[in-house]
């Protein structure tokens, strides 16, 4: 016989037949002539109830069927009598596949805490919030392929060890075969990288822009999705040391077209996962109100987590220069009465409070904001005509502050040779990447979405941890 998805079974297409359910016991109660069983096999978000009668099914035979155990149920899919579900099995059969011992089995039928969860993340996958949030992260993963093959992308696997520190931030996590407790040394006592396997010093990626770059001065459209690595010791709920990226790279592009493309496929994205998500995210709505309860007023939020999803995808985002937020904060009432943190003037970076002060308070949408100083922002950076000003984008979100950060490239050689020498990137170390300025180079442009950052705007979750399967932030890679 074969086996059924709960999420097939509640549409109700075998009711009347025999069918085989397989998953994992959510809960057991009953009474003397009734046990109900809920099981969940991860399909969605909903349990199948199981009906197993006292005159078939004794107290004994059930009692390994406990919260967590596996089991292989038998029955007819019947209409169900009972609230809350359509359909339900009578069942015939019931094996244990597994035993999960009440005891010492850490989910127990009451809420846990995200904080308790995250130590036990090799068993959170078993729980409704973190069922219907990685089922969202799966969503939206796939409509990202779907949108650039739409349009004719071509996905590129960029290196993950690379020589190359594409941010020139220097948080990079070393990649080496030198013996650590023994060092090769050179004449002058530096470490001899030329014993590495590599034959120099080599690194995690923390972005395949540059290759991805390469690859787009031959197929004019490409983007990239996979891990990227940051030794930032940021530990905020919006960074991870791992966290996975996705950078279109275009050829032809201008910073217009960039941000053109970059809002439609958010848009696209969060359709498809209201589409395809709809009781996930119903239900991590259903969170944020049951937190809000314990917050005050002014805390909570102004919006079910679906009516403001549905806001971004129907609603335009804001566009405005860094000049104008410099303008929009600098004289808004909360800097007069001090109440950001970090001082503003024009050429500071922003930082994450007046980012949220401008989609939050201010603009209550996603803004696009563009053409950063110059000396804030990486080196392939287009100049713009001020000298002062690079034609960059960052994309800001409600809640979560930047998830987007993009920029048209430098494509004159001179000029990028100039912005390399000033932050001290040497010519000989990215040669290839200059060649492609020396060979057909045309003017182009891209971005990166941090796909963690959108997974926590499209579930609503706090804590960008609770977002990726295995988080790794300082002191945490266990498994
Ligand atoms: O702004 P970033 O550093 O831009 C780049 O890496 C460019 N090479 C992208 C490009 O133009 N192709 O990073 C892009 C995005 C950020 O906007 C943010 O959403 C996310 O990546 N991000 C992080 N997400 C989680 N943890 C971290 N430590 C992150 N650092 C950046
Ligand atoms: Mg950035």
Redesign the pocket.
């Known amino acids: 016989m074969q086996r059924t998805k709960v999420k097939d079974l509640l549409t109700g297409a075998e009711a009347g037949k025999e069918v085989l359910l397989k998953g994992w016991v959510r809960t057991k109660r009953g009474n003397k002539f009734v046990s109900f069983i809920a099981v969940n096999d991860g399909s969605t978000i909903n349990n199948l109830q199981v009906v197993a009668d006292a005159e078939k099914f004794s107290e004994e035979t059930l009692k390994d069927v406990t919260t967590g155990a596996a089991i292989a149920v038998t029955g007819e899919l019947v209409a169900s009598q009972g609230k809350g579900q359509a359909y339900e099995i009578q069942a015939s059969s019931i094996e244990v596949l597994g035993k999960a011992d009440p005891e010492t089995y850490p989910l127990q039928k009451k809420a846990h805490s995200l904080e308790f969860l995250r130590e036990i993340a090799h068993l959170r996958f078993r729980t409704n919030t973190f069922g219907a949030v990685f089922r969202v992260r799966n969503s939206l993963a796939f409509a990202v392929h779907r949108f650039f093959n739409e349009k004719g992308f071509v996905y590129m696997h960029t290196p993950i060890v690379t020589a190359s520190d594409?941010?020139g931030?220097g948080?990079t996590f070393r990649v080496t075969t030198l013996d650590l407790d023994n060092l090769p040394r050179t004449e002058d006592g530096n470490i001899n990288f030329e014993e590495d396997f590599f034959g120099k010093s080599t690194n995690l990626t923390?972005?395949?822009?540059?290759e991805?770059e390469l690859a787009a001065m031959a197929f004019s459209d490409i983007y990239?999705f996979g891990p990227?690595f940051?030794a930032?010791n940021?530990n905020t709920t919006?960074?991870?040391?791992?966290?996975w990226?996705i950078?279109?790279?275009m050829a032809f592009y201008d910073l217009k077209m960039n941000a053109d493309l970059a809002e439609e496929f958010i848009k696209y994205i969060i359709r498809y996962a209201l589409d395809n998500n709809r009781e996930d995210i119903e239900f991590l709505g259903q969170r944020l109100i049951e937190e809000d309860k314990a917050k005050p007023q002014n805390e909570r939020q102004e919006m079910t987590l679906l009516d403001k999803l549905e806001f971004v995808v129907n609603n335009d985002f804001e566009r405005i220069t860094y000049t104008d937020a410099i303008d929009i904060l600098m004289n808004s009432n909360h800097y007069k009465k001090k109440k950001f943190q970090y001082d503003l003037s024009w050429g500071a970076d922003l930082h994450s409070e007046h980012e949220r002060y401008l989609v939050e308070k201010h603009f209550k949408k996603p803004v696009i904001v563009t053409d950063y100083p110059k000396d804030i922002k990486?080196f392939?950076m287009r100049v713009n005509d001020d000298n002062k000003t690079v034609a960059a984008m960052?994309?800001l979100a409600p809640g979560?502050g930047?998830?987007?950060?993009?920029?048209q490239r430098e494509e004159r050689l001179d000029i990028l040779i100039e912005r390399m020498k000033g932050v001290g990137i040497h010519e000989e170390d990215l040669w290839w990447y200059l060649d492609t300025r020396r060979f057909g180079g045309c003017p182009h442009a891209?971005?990166?979405?941090?796909?963690?950052?959108?997974v926590q705007f499209v579930t609503g979750m706090g804590n960008?941890r609770d977002v990726i399967p295995f988080p790794r932030t300082p002191q945490n890679a266990e498994f």
């Open positions: 594409a941010e931030a948080e923390v972005s395949g822009q540059l991805g990239t990227t940051r930032e940021s919006r960074h991870l040391a791992e966290f990226m950078e279109p790279e990486a392939y960052d994309i979560i930047e998830i987007v950060g993009g920029s891209g971005f990166g979405l941090g796909f963690e950052r959108m960008i």
